[in-house]
């Protein structure tokens, strides 16, 4: 599976991006799809996930209520909707699919996504 996220962008303090994940070379919907994101110097972090049929999704902590994850499989394309950024926000945001399901407990986990996005940078001015 090749992924390709796009929409990233510079913006204001509260405004909003939706990013998007396109994959070819296999069907989207074989995968649990998530969003990471990573600033310079600092750990890949999880942003969110969205289960195999667009059912089930969860947020990191630091997003809910903010960042709302959809997917499209006809179109076999993830997005993440970003409201009400903020400069903590602002990273290289990437897109992954893992076989898993989002039932398991390690699908937080950078480790059990087989398939990465290339990123697309977030940057968020005060």
């Known amino acids: 599976v090749q992924l390709q996220a796009s929409g990233g962008g510079s913006v204001q303090t509260g405004d909003s991006l939706r990013l998007s994940c396109a994959a070819s070379?296999?069907?989207?919907?074989?995968?649990?799809m998530g969003w990471f994101r990573q600033s310079p110097g600092k750990e890949r972090e999880f942003v969110s996930v969205i289960s195999r049929g667009g059912v089930s999704t969860y947020y990191a902590d630091s997003v809910k209520g903010r960042f709302t994850i959809s997917r499209d499989n006809a179109k076999n394309t993830v997005y993440l909707r970003m409201n009400s950024l903020k400069p903590e926000d602002a990273a290289a945001y990437l897109c992954a699919a893992s076989p898993r399901g989002t039932n398991s407990p390690t699908i937080r986990q950078v480790g059990v996504y087989d398939y990465w996005g290339q990123g697309t940078q977030v940057t968020v001015s005060s």
């Open positions: 070379g296999r069907t989207l919907s074989s995968y649990t």
